[in-house]
């Protein structure tokens, strides 16, 4: 049910914001951790280390906004100069899932 509302929570976002991989926002971390998460429950893998692995591919998708000049939301107000840092946003999913995954480990 969790990767379900994920999912949605994702599609949703895409819907409002427009945003997709490769505009340095959000979706370049929630989204490769969402499909980490599904592909994690739908192979048998129990929902700790199916959130582990998400949470990688969260941080991965962070880190990796560095590369990208901002398309959408705030940060596309300063266009160019936003090459070189990481997107705030994209930094929250990585966190979010892995303090889902920290509690999922130690509880």
């Not at 999912?7 to 499909?35: F, H, S, W, Y």
């Not at 990796?64 to 901002?70: Q, S």
């Amino acid at each position: 049910d969790i990767t379900e509302m994920l999912a949605e929570a994702l599609n949703q976002i895409k819907k409002r914001g427009g945003a997709k991989i490769g505009d340095k926002t959000m979706v370049d971390a929630l989204e490769p951790a969402v499909e980490e998460l599904r592909q994690g429950v739908a192979s048998g893998m129990k929902l700790k280390e199916a959130f582990e692995k998400a949470a990688l591919k969260a941080a991965e998708g962070a880190e990796h906004t560095k590369t990208m000049v901002a398309k959408h939301g705030r940060a596309k107000y300063v266009g160019q100069r936003s090459l070189g840092f990481v997107d705030p946003g994209a930094v929250s999913m990585a966190l979010i899932f892995k303090t889902i995954a920290d509690y999922l480990v130690n509880n």
